[in-house]
């Protein structure tokens, strides 16, 4: 195949997954706000080729950190840890569910809470990503995150209704740590995010 053809080479999953890890971190600069990544990340995971990959990057920094797009398959620097895969799905519609000690924590996690109770400790994790996004809905129930004692967090979740939302975290993203993005909704329901554990907090968790 002609050089100029390369565009029209299917991409890989992995691919993939290094683009969306771009948008990732344009999103954690504040290049992208919440609804363009979410917009630009169903764009990846549908493009078949180099060629459809192009329009989704092609305003963004990508030359000197992330893959060139559209003239060879993609390869991560040496040492780096390439995140993506399928994102984690976690339901506890209706009852309780806890995450805490050693697991594995992807680039992104999807809770179903509804009428239940979320607990995810982050802190004994394995996370692999600088950027994770997580998207729950505790409407109705009740969710405690407790990020390790560094990370930051982006809180954009729909409180209203007699919803409860509180963060002990900062928002503002450092270089060198885990930065959460947080979206979803706790309509009549609650969310807190914070580091360590605190006694006493409404006594959802015990």
Known sequence: MAPNDMSRMRISDAERDQVAEILREAAGEGRLDL????ERLNAVYAAKTYADLEPIVADLPTGATGPIVGT???????????????????QAKGQPMVRKGEWTVP????????????????????????????H?????????????????????????WFGSLR????????????????????????????????????????
Do not use: Y
């Open 35 to 38: 609804d363009e990544l979410d």
């Open 72 to 90: 060879s398959p993609a390869v991560p620097a040496h040492g780096a840890v390439v995140g993506g895969g399928p994102p984690l799905v976690l």
């Open 136 to 160: 729950l809905d505790a409407s109705w129930g009740g969710a405690d995150l407790i990020l390790p004692e560094t990370a930051t967090a982006e809180v954009d979740v729909d409180s209203s």
């Open 107 to 134: 680039h992104r996690i999807e809770v179903d809470g509804r009428f239940g109770s979320i607990r995810l400790d982050f802190r004994e994790a394995l996370i692999s990503t600088p950027v994770v996004e997580v």
């Open 167 to 206: 963060s002990d975290v900062d928002s503002i993203r450092r270089a060198g740590v885990t930065h959460f993005v947080i979206t979803g909704a706790c309509q009549g329901g609650s969310l807190r995010v914070r580091h360590k554990s605190a006694k006493g907090w409404g006594g959802l968790f015990g």
